[in-house]
């Protein structure tokens, strides 16, 4: 039976500057027990579906065309006060960000019961019977006591699972998911999945779930609608999709996702998405300036880094008295070394400490305890500014977010010729130039970029300033926080690329972090494993994958998406 | 460089900035008001009619006339005469010098103490910026007024008599500034801890950059928006201020009275039935204060992107 039907929806998003169409000739169907994917990369449209369908869509969007049906009666046009019966009641929503979407003051018993006596016939005594029932559904435990807390002492799976709660206890037909494991682990991600899978089943709903991931696609969805930029370029059974796609688009798409089963050299077929710029030309090291005078001493020994007994601790409860202060030991007694020319990867889930260990070796953070030796020297032991910058020269970093990575004040050029000029590495002011616009060519983004400022660039195009920037003191050592988890998969699969090209060519110690399994066998030589601030486990990529030694690094490997079925190609 | 100038200016008249300024004639009015208050005051030598403070040119025979359109008045004094034979306009265009000048310099020394204050305080954290936190909250528990008779009585006190009307504008520049800087202080404050934990910050860290030049040369420009937004704000509040000492007394001397001077010296002859000498000069101001507001506040949320 057709639950949701969609036909011919456009939708457009007027502005000074002409209309933005954000979906165009949308058509699906929506039977009853089925999950229905929508992947796409950010801009696509995806969510411009979902609220086109409540409602819901930020002013100044507007559906221009098309017509919306649930159980074959039209829902599109309907005044407020029938929309607002429908949302909720009939089509239940889940959204991203399980901090936000619960009200921070009311309890869950407070947000269940209202939400299930304004739509269903029930009495409070009866509504707070059916809020348990859901919440023991939903695989809270204790549900008769946990339903009297607040949203903030849950977990943000366990908050998760209460959004769901909250969108199934009125018993709709239909549930839109916007993104619904974006924001949890790998761990919580796999159980949330294996839920909403079960409901659905179980209860006889339709579900649509809207991601840019294609593990989650490949865990749950029947169907699969790829969308590209508002158009919808492909829809069909997912194993179909993903394992034998019929659009270059999709098949560029797929290829992007990194494999969690085998170790390619590089990702094939990146180039459909984003303009390339310009196209990446190998240099030659001994003449070109990343070469020259690195000033580098031959490596004391095989091991470019060391980390002996790290420690870190945060203040959680301060007092006078040095016994009451309570701490969060976010480091714990972490050992590894790291050999010259390798690419390490440190691979935990969020809490694990892994960011705070690279702050503590670049200097950001002043360990607690233990020692960084970076090529025979203490780090932590160093007393001078003028010595310490001697080596700060030497390892840069690249991060996370490349929305507040570069300071939006600043333009691309000054950002990048901003460590050339500190650290004194170029004579004159049009070397500095002609640098800048070489490292800009380098990293595939032209020279043009140096005159603009980084507002005008999209996520990809900036984690690529920014790994200019870091290649401008002229660096032996790399960390990478996190390079590209804030990035669509095509574009993460070209900055990876560019990555490896760098780390081949200058033959950069690379240490990168990253929550993302299958990155991490993309990318790293060895691999350490960390959870709750300790190391678990240290070992070579492939050992790790195919005979992982510790029951955490087992369990990790488990939840992993497993993406069967996805097509061969590259 | 006329390239990079054409350049900026076509990105200027695309910007939403200008887009929004030009949607709104509430805004394009309170601009062309102050622009034109500010351009005759400070050409007032050209474009008043008369020097009020050049005896040769006023006649104590001509004291008290009313404005022009109102029986007795001449078309040689608009705007009418004081009690000494001046004509209202053109003190009025001299006076409004002085209170622009008294309100731009207080601002902008309000705006240097609180920028470093709030960036040492916000960068810092820990005591110093709890010392340097209570030391605002202890000033914001003082009305401006008193602050600034504080500083007039210790001025008069340590100065030689003679001096004090000579620096009485500037005196009155210290107070007002003192007793503004703590609204910089903290917006500049909250928004430096906001910005100190951003990744571009920590690159900065990265490249070995010394604190001062991070504040300076990354943290400063990224929380200039809002201190920009509270100074025009303040401009009118600091005009006032003025206003309101030199009608106390405390401000700037009869001789080169400011637009509060002004209103105090025709207060006196308000009851008399001379009104004018005291109205106009009100009416400059009320004016002046509020087409600045109103491009404060415009500004305000046209610099907001959750507004736009």
Same mark, same amino acid.
């Given at each position: 039976?057709?639950?949701?039907?969609?036909?011919?929806?456009?939708?457009?998003?007027?502005?000074?500057?002409?209309?933005?169409?954000?979906?165009?000739?949308?058509?699906?169907?929506?039977?009853?027990?089925?999950i229905?994917g929508?992947?796409?990369?950010?801009?696509?449209?995806?969510?411009?579906?979902?609220?086109?369908?409540?409602?819901?869509?930020?002013?100044?969007?507007?559906?221009?065309?098309?017509?919306?049906?649930?159980?074959?009666?039209?829902?599109?046009?309907?005044?407020?006060?029938?929309?607002?019966?429908?949302?909720?009641?009939?089509?239940?929503?889940?959204?991203?960000?399980?901090?936000?979407?619960?009200?921070?003051?009311?309890?869950?018993?407070?947000?269940?019961?209202?939400?299930?006596?304004?739509?269903?016939?029930?009495?409070?005594?009866?509504?707070?019977?059916?809020?348990? +029932?859901?919440? =023991?559904?939903? $695989?809270? !435990?204790?549900?008769? *006591?946990? %339903? &009297?807390?607040?949203?903030?002492?849950?977990?943000?799976?366990?908050?998760?699972?209460?959004?769901?709660?909250?969108?199934?206890?009125?018993?709709?037909?239909?549930?839109?998911?916007?993104?619904?494991?974006?924001?949890?682990?790998?761990?919580?991600?796999?159980?949330?999945?294996?839920?909403?899978?079960?409901?659905?089943?179980?209860?006889?709903?339709?579900?649509?779930?809207?991601?840019?991931?294609m593990?989650?696609i490949s865990d749950v969805c029947d169907r699969v609608?790829?969308?590209?930029?508002?158009?919808?370029?492909e829809i069909g059974p997912t194993r179909k999709i993903l394992g034998n796609p019929d659009?270059?688009?999709t098949?560029?798409?797929i290829?992007?996702?990194?494999?969690?089963?085998?170790?390619?050299?590089?990702?094939?077929?990146? +180039?459909?998405? =984003?303009?390339? $710029?310009? !196209?990446?030309?190998? *240099?030659? %090291? &001994?003449?070109?300036?990343?070469?020259?005078?690195?000033?580098?001493?031959?490596?004391?020994?095989?091991?470019?880094?060391?980390?002996?007994?790290?420690?870190?601790?945060?203040?959680?409860?301060?007092?006078?008295?040095?016994?009451?202060?309570?701490?969060?030991?976010?480091?714990?007694?972490?050992?590894?070394?790291?050999?010259?020319?390798?690419?390490?990867?440190?691979?935990?889930?969020?809490?694990?400490?892994?960011?705070?260990?690279?702050?503590?070796?670049?200097?950001?953070?002043?360990?607690?305890?233990?020692?960084?030796?970076?090529?025979?020297?203490?780090?932590?032991?160093?007393?001078?500014?003028?010595?310490?910058?001697?080596?700060?020269?030497?390892?840069?970093?690249?991060?996370?977010?490349?929305?507040?990575?570069?300071?939006?004040?600043?333009?691309?050029?000054?950002?990048?010729?901003?460590?050339?000029?500190?650290? &004194?590495?170029?004579?004159?002011?049009?070397?500095?130039?002609?640098?800048?616009?070489?490292?800009?060519?380098?990293?595939?983004?032209?020279?043009?970029?140096?005159?603009?400022?980084?507002?005008?660039?999209?996520?990809?195009?900036?984690?690529?300033?920014?790994?200019?920037?870091?290649?401008?003191?002229?660096?032996?050592?790399?960390?990478?926080?996190?390079?590209?988890?804030?990035?669509?998969?095509?574009?993460?699969?070209?900055?990876?690329?560019?990555?490896?090209?760098?780390?081949?060519?200058?033959?950069?110690?690379?240490?990168?972090?990253?929550?993302?399994?299958?990155?991490?066998?993309?990318?790293?030589?060895?691999?350490?494993?960390?959870?709750?601030?300790?190391?678990?486990?240290?070992?070579?990529?492939?050992?790790?994958?195919?005979?992982?030694?510790?029951?955490?690094?087992?369990?990790?490997?488990?939840?992993?998406?497993r993406l069967e079925g996805l097509s061969?190609?590259? | 460089?006329?390239?990079?100038?054409?350049?900026?200016?076509?990105?200027?008249?695309?910007?939403?900035?200008?887009?929004?300024?030009?949607?709104?004639?509430?805004?394009?009015?309170?601009?062309?008001?102050?622009?034109?208050?500010?351009?005759?005051?400070?050409?007032?030598?050209?474009?008043?009619?008369?020097?009020?403070?050049?005896?040769?040119?006023?006649?104590?025979?001509?004291?008290?006339?009313?404005?022009?359109?109102?029986?007795?008045?001449?078309?040689?004094?608009?705007?009418?005469?004081?009690?000494?034979?001046?004509?209202?306009?053109?003190?009025?265009?001299?006076?409004?010098?002085?209170?622009?000048?008294?309100?731009?310099?207080?601002?902008?020394?309000?705006?240097?103490?609180?920028?470093?204050?709030?960036?040492?305080?916000?960068?810092?954290?820990?005591?110093?910026?709890?010392?340097?936190?209570?030391?605002?909250?202890?000033?914001?528990?003082?009305?401006?007024?008193?602050?600034?008779?504080?500083?007039?009585?210790?001025?008069?006190?340590?100065?030689?008599?003679?001096?004090?009307?000579?620096?009485?504008?500037?005196?009155?520049?210290?107070?007002?500034?003192?007793?503004?800087?703590?609204?910089?202080?903290?917006?500049?404050?909250?928004?430096?801890?906001?910005?100190?934990?951003?990744?571009?910050?920590?690159?900065?860290?990265?490249?070995?950059?010394?604190?001062?030049?991070?504040?300076?040369?990354?943290?400063?420009?990224?929380?200039?928006?809002?201190?920009?937004?509270?100074?025009?704000?303040?401009?009118?509040?600091?005009?006032?201020?003025?206003?309101?000492?030199?009608?106390?007394?405390?401000?700037?001397?009869?001789?080169?009275?400011?637009?509060?001077?002004?209103?105090?010296?025709?207060?006196?002859?308000?009851?008399?039935?001379?009104?004018?000498?005291?109205?106009?000069?009100?009416?400059?101001?009320?004016?002046?204060?509020?087409?600045?507001?109103?491009?404060?506040?415009?500004?305000?949320?046209?610099?907001?992107?959750?507004?736009?």
């Amino acid at each position: 039976m057709t639950l949701l039907k969609i036909e011919g929806m456009r939708v457009e998003f007027p502005s000074r500057r002409g209309s933005v169409v954000a979906a165009k000739d949308v058509n699906l169907e929506l039977a009853s027990g089925e999950i229905l994917g929508i992947v796409g990369e950010s801009g696509a449209g995806k969510s411009t579906i979902a609220n086109a369908v409540l409602d819901l869509l930020d002013p100044p969007g507007i559906m221009p065309k098309g017509k919306v049906f649930l159980e074959g009666e039209r829902i599109d046009g309907l005044s407020l006060e029938q929309m607002r019966k429908i949302r909720g009641k009939r089509i239940g929503m889940i959204f991203q960000d399980p901090l936000t979407s619960l009200n921070p003051l009311q309890t869950i018993q407070e947000q269940l019961v209202e939400t299930i006596t304004t739509h269903l016939p029930m009495n409070n005594k009866q509504a707070l019977e059916r809020s348990i +029932e859901m919440l =023991e559904k939903v $695989g809270i !435990p204790e549900p008769a *006591i946990r %339903i &009297k807390h607040y949203p903030h002492q849950f977990s943000g799976g366990m908050r998760q699972r209460v959004v769901i709660a909250l969108s199934l206890c009125a018993e709709p037909d239909v549930i839109l998911a916007d993104e619904p494991t974006t924001a949890l682990d790998v761990s919580i991600q796999a159980q949330i999945l294996d839920l909403m899978r079960k409901l659905v089943k179980e209860t006889g709903v339709g579900m649509i779930i809207i991601t840019h991931d294609m593990g989650v696609i490949s865990d749950v969805c029947d169907r699969v609608m790829v969308m590209y930029r508002g158009d919808v370029v492909e829809i069909g059974p997912t194993r179909k999709i993903l394992g034998n796609p019929d659009h270059p688009y999709t098949r560029s798409l797929i290829s992007a996702v990194p494999r969690p089963d085998k170790r390619l050299h590089r990702f094939p077929l990146v +180039e459909y998405i =984003e303009e390339a $710029g310009v !196209p990446y030309k190998p *240099i030659d %090291i &001994k003449t070109h300036w990343l070469g020259q005078a690195r000033d580098f001493d031959k490596p004391k020994s095989d091991h470019l880094i060391s980390i002996k007994n790290l420690e870190m601790r945060f203040l959680t409860v301060d007092s006078v008295f040095k016994s009451k202060r309570k701490y969060l030991r976010a480091v714990d007694d972490v050992s590894f070394d790291i050999r010259e020319g390798e690419v390490f990867g440190l691979v935990g889930e969020s809490g694990s400490g892994k960011s705070t260990v690279a702050r503590l070796i670049c200097g950001i953070y002043k360990p607690f305890g233990g020692q960084v030796i970076f090529d025979g020297t203490d780090l932590t032991a160093l007393g001078s500014r003028r010595v310490a910058n001697h080596y700060r020269r030497q390892m840069q970093m690249i991060f996370q977010d490349p929305f507040s990575s570069l300071n939006g004040r600043m333009r691309v050029g000054d950002i990048v010729a901003e460590p050339i000029k500190f650290h &004194k590495l170029a004579s004159s002011n049009a070397e500095v130039k002609s640098i800048v616009n070489d490292l800009l060519d380098h990293v595939g983004l032209g020279a043009i970029a140096a005159k603009k400022f980084p507002h005008e660039f999209s996520g990809g195009q900036r984690q690529r300033i920014s790994i200019a920037r870091a290649l401008a003191t002229r660096p032996r050592f790399l960390i990478c926080d996190e390079p590209t988890s804030a990035l669509d998969v095509s574009i993460q699969a070209q900055v990876l690329n560019l990555l490896k090209d760098l780390q081949e060519e200058l033959s950069l110690t690379m240490l990168f972090i990253s929550h993302d399994l299958p990155v991490i066998r993309q990318v790293c030589d060895r691999v350490a494993v960390m959870r709750d601030g300790k190391l678990v486990e240290v070992a070579d990529t492939e050992d790790l994958f195919e005979a992982p030694q510790t029951d955490y690094s087992r369990h990790l490997l488990e939840l992993m998406p497993r993406l069967e079925g996805l097509s061969g190609a590259g | 460089m006329p390239e990079y100038f054409k350049d900026f200016w076509r990105r200027f008249f695309d910007s939403d900035i200008w887009w929004s300024f030009k949607s709104s004639p509430l805004v394009v009015v309170a601009s062309i008001v102050t622009f034109i208050m500010i351009f005759s005051s400070v050409f007032a030598t050209y474009v008043a009619p008369f020097n009020p403070f050049d005896l040769a040119q006023f006649d104590l025979m001509d004291n008290l006339k009313p404005p022009v359109w109102m029986e007795d008045g001449t078309s040689k004094f608009l705007l009418g005469t004081d009690d000494q034979g001046r004509d209202v306009l053109s003190t009025i265009l001299y006076g409004s010098r002085v209170s622009l000048l008294v309100g731009f310099l207080s601002v902008i020394f309000a705006m240097i103490i609180g920028i470093v204050v709030g960036l040492v305080a916000g960068y810092s954290g820990g005591w110093v910026d709890a010392v340097l936190m209570r030391i605002a909250d202890v000033q914001l528990s003082f009305p401006a007024i008193l602050i600034a008779l504080l500083v007039d009585g210790i001025v008069r006190g340590i100065l030689p008599k003679g001096s004090h009307d000579e620096l009485a504008v500037y005196v009155l520049i210290v107070a007002i500034a003192l007793s503004f800087w703590v609204q910089y202080a903290r917006t500049v404050r909250s928004s430096t801890m906001v910005e100190r934990t951003k990744e571009y910050v920590q690159a900065a860290q990265v490249i070995g950059l010394p604190q001062p030049l991070i504040l300076l040369r990354h943290i400063l420009p990224n929380v200039m928006g809002p201190v920009l937004v509270i100074a025009t704000i303040q401009l009118a509040l600091a005009v006032i201020t003025e206003a309101t000492l030199s009608f106390l007394g405390v401000g700037v001397p009869p001789t080169s009275p400011s637009l509060g001077t002004l209103i105090r010296v025709g207060n006196d002859y308000l009851f008399s039935g001379e009104w004018w000498i005291t109205v106009f000069p009100g009416l400059a101001l009320v004016i002046l204060v509020l087409a600045v507001n109103i491009l404060g506040d415009w500004l305000r949320d046209a610099l907001n992107p959750k507004l736009r």
